[in-house]
């Protein structure tokens, strides 16, 4: 079968196994020369690629749905194939979400925990690593080690940004966030120079959720672009709006980009075209 990551190169003709219970993961990794976790296939360059063969650990869930919460403590119990979309449609409505969340929610967890992702909170709550306070691991002997930051702390912090290079990340404990309402309160700002752009990350870098987007298309006026800032909101703040829109519940959205996109519609004219619709639909808010 053929497989690529987010950006669709390198691809690799491999073997894909899809094992269905944690049973079969021990004898899988010790009669296996060589191969590689796989969650949801979200990352970059050749990361969670082999040409000898690939584990698909979306499959691989530990109870019915692959996690467990502990509202007490606010520590999610997740296996590693599942992805962050899966815990939100779980708990996002009972307003518990991830500490850290990257720019797209369909990675899997044992994925967030390879690259130690960040999110638009990075200034505030750090990498995902933060907020784990167990790993289990599975050696290339099909030990299962468990791994803390007191506790086989060197292994805890190589797996973490390891690439999965360190064993294989079965399921990890995650100390989760529990906010009010989970209605967020977002202000955009669009700059008309990069002065101004770097003047505005820094005015509202107070904020939970803060990232910039330049254009670097535009000719004119150089270094343009919109500032993203963003709270979630107060149960009070919520009632005082009454505001339809702040009562939309959180669900997948039915638009979609296709995943293999033709290059023919990435060019000069057309990232210029879409980068001028952002900076005239932007006004602050």
Known sequence: MHFANWGNYPTVDTLSYNQLSIAELAPFIRDS?????????????????????????????????????????RELIVNSGCALTDVLNNYFPEHVIFPVLPGTKKISIGGAIAADIHGKDHHINGTFSKHISCIDLMTASGEMITATPEKNSDLFWATCGGQGLTGLIV?????????????????????????????????????????????????????????????????AEVMEQRNKRLEKKYTNSRLSVPFYCSSILFNKATVMLLTHFIITITTER
């Open 33 to 73: 020369h060589s191969f590689i976790a796989r969650g949801n296939g979200r990352s970059y360059g050749d990361a969670s690629l082999n040409r000898n063969s690939i584990l698909n650990l979306s499959k691989v869930k530990f109870n019915k749905h692959g996690m467990v919460y502990n509202s007490a403590d």
């Open 171 to 235: 399921s990890a404990t995650i100390k989760m966030l529990k906010t009010e309402t989970n209605v967020l309160r977002q202000r955009v700002t669009a700059c008309e120079s990069l002065d101004k752009l770097i003047a505005a990350t820094l005015e509202q870098n107070n904020s939970q959720y803060c990232a910039s987007w330049i254009d670097l298309s535009a000719t004119r006026t150089h270094g343009r672009g919109v500032v993203f800032s963003g709270r979630f909101a107060s149960a």
